[in-house]
C-alpha cells in the first residue's frame, strides 16, 4: 500500500501531537510502500526520528496499531490506511 499521508487516531501522551479531536496528520517527505503493521510503525519512527519536533519516536516502538474492529499484531497486512489507532502502552491501578 503507497502511502504519503497518513491520519491517525491517538490516545495518550501521543495526544500532546494531536489536534483538538485526538487526530494526528502526517505527511511524509515522499510516497512509502508499507504492507504490514511494523512496516507502518518503522516508518512512522523514521518520520519522527527526522521531523519529530520534541517528539519521542521510541514511544512507537511501544505503541500497538488499532482499525475499528482489533488491535493488531507486527506482521498483520494492513487492509487499509483509514481509521487507524496508535495505542501507547499504559499502566493502572
Known sequence: MRVQKLKLRVFGVLRNHS??????????????????CAEL?????????????????????????????SVLSPGERLRTLQNLALLPPVCGG
Open 19 to 36: 489536534d483538538a479531536n485526538g487526530m494526528l496528520e502526517l505527511e511524509l517527505e515522499s510516497p512509502v510502500d508499507v504492507e504490514t
Open 41 to 69: 510503525k518503522d516508518e512512522l519512527i523514521r518520520h519522527f526520528e527526522r521531523n519529530g519536533a520534541g517528539f519521542d519516536p521510541g514511544i512507537l516502538r511501544e505503541c500497538a496499531l488499532a482499525d475499528e474492529e
